[in-house]
């Protein structure tokens, strides 16, 4: 069965701390999404990778970068965490670069920035 | 550019009533279709998606879904709701010249009373 897990259920940071958050899969995909997701905002897409190395922008990218070294690992790296990144982190994967795909989840982060 | 609405923020229902959870989109290209559910503490699961032909989907538990071209909606259906099936649920499009990007709604988040 598909398995998206994320490192950690629930985390607590500092303001100006540097983040990581990480997103392994398993099932041999090629793409690979970092979403936040706020209530009443639905999910919006931060950055997304469709090989290993390359990345690209979602809709919110500010704030935030990615690293791909390895085709199963997607890391979410907040540069410098502050309150209004205080949000549930979900990443996701699908097979082949096509839009017919769907996308597998994994259970989420809920990340607080104090 | 492709947006998603979901027209209800909230939808309460009492067990064993039919559900009507309403999405629709704006989309200059074709698009598939897609309908997720979020348990709670959980990620998103696929319930069913639309890539072509009939416009009627089937999902799983018991969910359905119509693809209206002409009014550009997706309403997902079930005849017979149960407490189980209280959840966030998300409408999300997908254009097809967009390599698998994922474009959601707010959500809809349906609780089942008894």
């Known amino acids: 069965d598909v398995k998206v897990t994320q490192s950690s259920r629930y985390l607590v940071k500092r303001t100006g701390e540097k983040v990581f958050l990480e997103c392994v899969q398993d099932m041999d995909h090629e793409n690979m999404f970092w979403y936040r997701q706020d209530p009443g905002l639905g999910l919006r897409l931060i950055y997304f990778s469709y090989d290993v190395k390359m990345k690209e922008k979602g809709d919110i990218p500010e704030g935030y970068s990615v690293s791909r070294e390895k085709k199963e690992r997607f890391s979410l790296i907040l540069e410098s965490a502050s309150t209004n990144q205080t949000s549930m982190y979900l990443c996701a994967s699908s097979s082949e670069f096509v839009s017919n795909q769907p996308q597998h989840f994994g259970d989420g982060t809920r990340l607080s920035i104090l | 550019a492709q947006s998603v609405t979901q027209l209800d923020s909230q939808v309460p229902v009492f067990e064993e009533a039919p559900v009507e959870l309403r999405c629709n989109y704006s989309s200059s290209v074709s698009v598939y279709l897609f309908w997720y559910v979020q348990y709670p503490n959980q990620g998103l699961q696929l319930l069913l998606k639309?890539?072509?032909?009939?416009?009627l989907v089937k999902g799983i538990n018991g969910f359905e879904a119509e693809f209206n071209k002409s009014q550009t909606s997706f309403h997902l259906r079930k005849p017979s709701v149960h407490i189980s099936d209280t959840a966030e649920y998300f409408c999300a499009v997908s254009a097809k010249n967009q390599g698998g990007k994922l474009i959601f709604g707010q959500g809809t988040e349906l609780s089942v009373k008894p």
């Open positions: 639309y890539l072509s032909g009939s416009t």
